[in-house]
């Protein structure tokens, strides 16, 4: 008998008739012995719609209060699920994140799990009783309740999955699996029947939302065994694993996306010791984080400056970077909110030289000019302007052969 933990997201859950089909799924495996803990999301567009809801009351709400509001959706999924599953004769215990004792840092909004107290889980699941626990929510050290930022329930889940030593962790979407790339980008896109989890983990941070990042990296921590499927369809979904062979890895595995990306650059500043510094310390006091930076090389003893920051930061960024130019006394500050990154992400990429132009190539035969380059051993980033992000991500898709089973281009 195992015992599986599954997590159901916000489409799954979306509306009585599947939460119905959840509840006929977790109350067989019940019946054929499995002991069950599971996870599910606010109903789609729930969490959407608390947001608006707090906005429309203080445009800037309280994060405290704001992770109150945000925490009754998942609270709503739980006890409409163990009312299904009790309708079937599956006897069910809901929970919140408080309840399981779920603890938590107290950065409300982005809040990350520190502990999970499983005795009472065990305890129902010896009583036969499946357990189903609200995601993407937690209670800090002063029992103030927390969210872990958006997707978390998959961080609920593979957490519960580590404390509990669960066989495996399922992850139910609305994919089938990790496609090469984003489905609804490329149609051609391909399930993958395992990705390393080196791969999943710069998938997830480059902007792949398949996974939230932070589940990810529990995983790796504690090896969850870890699976990725769909609540509409049966299959074997894909599988991350944590052993690799070079030998057989695919050069590219995926292409992952990031939207949510803007890019500043500060001209003519003194070309000295110590500039990059200030410049970075400026933003990183204002906790906002930096993710590519350029620096150009010098001409006349002044050089440029540039480096990228997430969207929603980016009016914040420009103000702080403005007050850094005139004490800097630099000629002036630019910025662009409407770029995007695309990176291609292989472990296979390790023992091969040569991928970075043949990505840039790939590029430029369609003519998207790349604003800015970064790379690390398993993966190739370009920031390019928005309007190329589905025709770059549909080059380099054809390009590496990602359609194909067993694809090995290049
Ligand atoms: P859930 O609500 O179940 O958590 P999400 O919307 O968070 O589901 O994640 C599933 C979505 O992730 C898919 O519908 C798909 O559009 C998107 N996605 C992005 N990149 C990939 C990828 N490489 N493979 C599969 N899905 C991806
Ligand atoms: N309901 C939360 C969100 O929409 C958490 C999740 O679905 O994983 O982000
Ligand atoms: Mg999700």
């Known amino acids: 008998m195992s015992l599986l933990v599954q997590k159901y997201g916000g489409t799954s859950v979306g509306n009585p008739e599947r939460i119905n089909a959840v509840a006929d799924k977790v109350a067989r495996l019940r019946k054929s012995g499995h002991d069950l803990v599971v996870v599910v999301s606010a109903m789609s567009g729930e969490t959407d719609r608390l947001i608006n809801l707090a906005k429309s009351i ?13 925490a009754t959706g998942e609270q709503t999924t739980i006890a409409l699920l163990s009312m299904a599953l009790e309708k079937r004769g599956c006897p069910a215990r809901s929970y919140t994140g408080y309840q399981v004792h779920i603890r938590t840092d107290s950065a ?3 809040a990350r799990i520190m502990q999970i107290d499983e005795k009472r889980i065990h305890e129902d699941l010896k009583k036969g009783r499946v357990v189903v626990v609200a995601g993407f929510q937690g209670v800090d050290e002063d029992g103030n309740i927390t969210t872990l930022g958006r997707g978390g329930s998959d961080t609920t889940g593979v957490a519960l999955a580590a404390a509990l030593k669960a066989d495996e962790c399922q992850i139910y979407s609305d994919v089938d699996g990790v496609y090469t790339t984003d489905p609804r980008i490329v149609s051609e896109a391909r399930r993958l029947d395992r990705i390393t989890f080196e791969e999943m983990l710069e998938m997830a941070s480059l902007g792949s939302k398949v996974l939230q990042l932070r589940s990810v990296e529990f995983a790796g921590k504690y090896r ?3 699976r990725v499927l769909s609540s509409f369809q049966e299959g074997p979904g894909t599988l991350i694993t944590y052993e690799e062979n070079e030998m057989e ?10 939207r949510d990306e803007a890019k500043l650059t500060i001209r003519g500043v003194p070309d000295k010791p110590g500039i ?22 010098a001409a006349d003893e002044t050089t440029d400056f540039t480096f990228t920051v997430h969207r929603g930061e980016y009016q914040k960024s420009f103000e702080i970077l403005e007050r850094v130019a005139q004490t800097l006394k630099a000629r002036e500050v630019t910025g662009d909110d409407k770029i ?14 040569g991928i970075a132009s043949e990505m840039f190539k790939a590029l430029a035969k369609e003519g998207i000019n790349i604003q800015m380059i970064s790379t690390s051993e398993i993966k190739i980033s370009v920031v390019v302007d928005e309007k190329y992000l589905e025709l770059g991500v549909r080059a380099l898709h054809s390009t590496f052969g990602l359609e194909k089973p067993g694809h090995s281009a290049a």
Request: aromatic letters at 4%.
């Open 58 to 70: 203080n445009a800037d709400p309280p994060p405290r209060e704001l992770d109150v509001l945000l």
């Open 108 to 110: 409300f909004g982005k």
């Open 224 to 226: 969850v065994p870890l």
């Open 249 to 258: 890895a695919p050069l590219i595995s995926g292409i992952a996306f990031n």
């Open 276 to 297: 990059a510094a200030h410049i970075l310390g400026e933003i990183g006091k204002a906790n906002i984080n930096v993710d590519m930076i350029v620096q150009n090389v």
């Open 340 to 353: 995007v990154k695309i990176s291609v992400v292989g472990v296979g990429m390790r023992s091969h030289a």
